[in-house]
Structures are given as structure tokens and as C-alpha cells.
T-cell receptor
Framework: GNSVTQMEGPVTLSEEAFLTINCTYTATGYPSLFWYVQYPGEGLQLLLKATKADDKGSNKGFEATYRKETTSFHLEKGSVQVSDSAVYFCALRSGNAGNMLTFGGGTRLMVKP | GAVVSQHPSRVICKSGTSVKIECRSLDFQATTMFWYRQFPKQSLMLMAT?????????EQGVEKDKFLINHASLTLSTLTVTSAHPEDSSFYIC????????????FGPGTRLLVL
């Protein structure tokens, strides 16, 4: 079946540091890939997505590239801010699984001033 | 983007009582709605999927008589936790999409349930 693996957190960075959160996946067919963000006490918000190989999703300074050859969708940001502190979830959606979202375990990011 | 609301945002109840959580799509028709449960510091666990006008499909291990789901209209789904117990305390998140295909899935803000 489909699965998503993310690096375990928490990831603690200083403001303006470079961020990478690794995400790899296992899926049949050609899944779409997503990053969701969850701020404290809130639900999930779609951060970015990519629907085919080599696509780059980007939003709010975050970006991730769909790498089919390495089955990865790593999240990056060049300069994090305190307001980026949240939990980040990598997810995939595949037509082979009824178009249901499969989530990774989540990675907590803490940015210190 | 599309908005999904949940009510209440937080509820505290006594053991043995039932709690109803509402999920509404505010500016689109949600053909399909999902209910997730999230334990502290863990990922989301899909509980069930519901299509408007039909019975919900529950994931393995989720008790359908314990977690009653009603998707009565294209903008409203409800989750009722019946005879709640402390182990049901959790963060419940609903999600909605317009179809059954590749449309974007939007999430509600979540409802924190505490059963005493």
C-alpha cells in the first residue's frame, strides 16, 4: 500500500536558518504530493502541492520538488521565521487508493528568535 | 480558498454522555467529507469517509456504532461520539472536497474533545 515517511522532529532552528524537512514515499502509479501545515490548536492548511514528476510546488517561501527517481518531496525554505513554527505533514494522494490522502507522521518545527 | 468550519472548537463532557461535532463547507458543496482523529504529537488517522446521502465508510478498527456520522446535505456532516469515555479524548478534524476525484481537500480547524 501507499506510505509516507518523514524525518522525525522536533526540528529546532534559529531565525533565518535554512530549513529542510525530508519526505519520501511509496506508492503505486503516479501520486500527487502535498505538504500541509498545522499551527498550534488549528486544523491543517494546504501549503503546497505537486501533481507530476519534476513539478515544483511553492508557497510563502517554501518549496518542494517532486522527485520520482528518488521518490522524495523534501520541503525547503531559505530563511525561516518564528511564525513558521508549526507541524508539517507530507502527504500523497493516489488514484489507486481511491484518491484518499495518506499522511506522514508529521514534523514539528520550532524556530527560535 | 474554500472554507471548512467546525463547531464546537472545544468541548468538555462527562463520561457516558454523547457529543455532536458539526462540520460545514461554507462556500462550496462537499460531495465527500472525511473525519480524522489526531492524538497528541501524532499524525492524522482517517476514521471514515462519507458521501452526501449515503452511509459512511469506516476505516478498519473504527466502531461505527461509537462514532456516528451523518452527511445529510452537501454542506453539513456531523460526527457524534456516543457514550464518550476518557479514551475518546482527542482532536477531531473534518475535511471536505467537492468530488470523488482529484479536487483539493480542505480541512476544518478541528475540535478538541476532553472527556472527564
Amino acid at each position: 500500500g501507499n506510505s509516507v515517511t518523514q524525518m522525525e522532529g522536533p526540528v529546532t532552528l534559529s531565525e533565518e536558518a535554512f530549513l529542510t524537512i525530508n519526505c519520501t514515499y511509496t506508492a503505486t502509479g503516479y501520486p500527487s504530493l502535498f505538504w500541509y501545515v498545522q499551527y498550534p490548536g488549528e486544523g491543517l492548511q494546504l501549503l503546497l502541492k505537486a501533481t507530476k514528476a519534476d513539478d515544483k510546488g511553492s508557497n510563502k517561501g517554501f518549496e518542494a520538488t517532486y522527485r520520482k527517481e528518488t521518490t522524495s518531496f523534501h520541503l525547503e525554505k531559505g530563511s525561516v521565521q518564528v511564525s513558521d513554527s508549526a507541524v508539517y505533514f507530507c502527504a500523497l494522494r493516489s488514484g489507486n487508493a481511491g484518491n484518499m490522502l495518506t499522511f506522514g507522521g508529521g514534523t514539528r518545527l520550532m524556530v527560535k528568535p | 480558498g474554500a472554507v471548512v468550519s467546525q463547531h464546537p472548537s472545544r468541548v468538555i463532557c462527562k463520561s457516558g454522555t454523547s457529543v455532536k461535532i458539526e462540520c460545514r463547507s461554507l462556500d462550496f458543496q462537499a460531495t465527500t467529507m472525511f473525519w480524522y482523529r489526531q492524538f497528541p504529537k501524532q499524525s492524522l488517522m482517517l476514521m471514515a469517509t462519507s458521501n452526501e446521502g449515503s452511509k459512511a465508510t469506516y476505516e478498519q478498527g473504527v466502531e461505527k456504532d461509537k462514532f456516528l456520522i451523518n452527511h445529510a446535505s452537501l454542506t453539513l456532516s456531523t460526527l457524534t461520539v456516543t457514550s464518550a469515555h476518557p479514551e475518546d479524548s482527542s482532536f477531531y478534524i473534518c475535511s471536505a472536497r467537492t468530488g470523488q476525484g482529484k479536487e483539493t481537500q480542505y480541512f476544518g480547524p478541528g475540535t478538541r474533545l476532553l472527556v472527564l
